[in-house]
């Protein structure tokens, strides 16, 4: 499942760190398209605004090993990143099992499973446990909720670590709430709630998709569970697969993805698989009440970036 011939894209701004084999001529012409796919995206739905704001866009084309080329637009921009965030959990939960400090047990799997395939709050809320050593429930004194936040913010520091400089891993996602201890913490440790920028939420994405994440192995595992089929039918408008970028696919394109929507943002990461063999992977993120709805912006700048690399 992991090649060496590869393209990644992803969508956003300001991650632009060129490989010594990419000429200058080659980086420009990336960056150039991930400028005019955010012009000609604001451009097109503009009624209401997109705002510049509003939008992030990353690129990393990884179809020569050797040249790779990243290009952003507002890639380290911090949004809340809603659902993307449990690409970190899963990464996390994997390194602690290669580690031997997190059992692999059935029942863990599970969680991880429903947590990226259908991306289930609850299970995820049972992986963060797991990873954090924490859990949620009542309200806790003061010195115990301090105590305990520190146990929660373990996954942010391990990706502070590695270098990511827009990660915050904090919060569990929830569908109602939060309540108890968890709320509590939002007020008395800020920042209140998760952030992610396309760039970190790129580079993860590309480790995945290379099989520098933990493990080749384990890298595989975390893709497998991203797999999507962009051309099944499906009555739910919002599926991963077909929600988000899966409408700019073409047949003999594959699809890997993780998904985020709330009421007020709507984002994806997708790695997509040219007829070719070459990979890209495209992270959009957009932000605003009045676009969280328009399934057709993250299609729109896919179908641009995959168009302007069919040229090249």
């Not at 503009?46 to 990353?58: D, G, N, V, Y």
Request: proline fraction near 6%; include cysteine; hydrophobic fraction near 45%.
């Amino acid at each position: 499942m992991l090649r060496t011939r590869a393209v990644l894209v992803a969508v956003t701004v300001g991650w632009l760190v060129p490989c010594a084999g990419a000429t200058e001529k080659v980086i420009s012409r990336l960056q150039a398209l991930v400028d005019r796919t955010a012009r000609e995206v604001q451009a097109e739905f503009a009624a209401p605004a997109l705002k510049p704001e509003q939008l992030a866009l990353t690129v990393i084309d990884l179809r020569r090993p050797d040249a790779v080329v990243r290009a952003d637009y507002r890639g380290d921009a911090r949004f809340y990143p809603a659902s993307v965030i449990k690409l970190f959990f899963a990464a996390y939960a994997h390194r602690l099992m290669e580690d031997g400090k997190l059992a692999d047990t059935p029942e863990l799997r599970r969680g991880l499973r429903d947590m990226i395939v259908d991306s289930g709050n609850e299970a995820t809320s049972y992986i963060v446990d797991a990873i954090t050593g924490t859990t949620s429930g009542p309200e806790l004194p003061p010195a115990e909720l301090a105590a305990w936040s520190e146990r929660r913010g373990v996954v942010t520091r391990y990706f502070q670590s590695l270098g990511y400089r827009n990660v915050n891993a904090q919060r569990k996602p929830w569908g109602e709430g939060p309540y108890g201890r968890e709320k509590t913490d939002m007020e008395a440790h800020p920042p209140a709630r998760n952030f992610l920028s396309t760039n970190d939420t790129a580079r993860l994405l590309e480790e995945i998709a290379e099989g520098r994440c933990v493990t080749p192995a384990r890298s595989a595992q975390m893709l497998a569970l991203m797999a999507r089929d962009p051309f099944a039918p499906t009555a739910d408008p919002d599926s991963q697969a077909t929600g988000f970028s899966g409408p700019a696919l073409t047949p003999g394109m594959k699809l890997w993805s993780k998904a985020g929507w709330v009421s007020w943002a709507r984002h994806d990461a997708a790695l997509v698989e040219l007829p070719d063999g070459g990979r890209v992977i495209i992270v959009t993120f957009t932000d605003g009440k009045e676009h969280a709805e328009n399934r057709a912006i993250i299609a729109a700048v896919a179908r641009r970036i995959l168009a302007g690399l069919a040229k090249d």
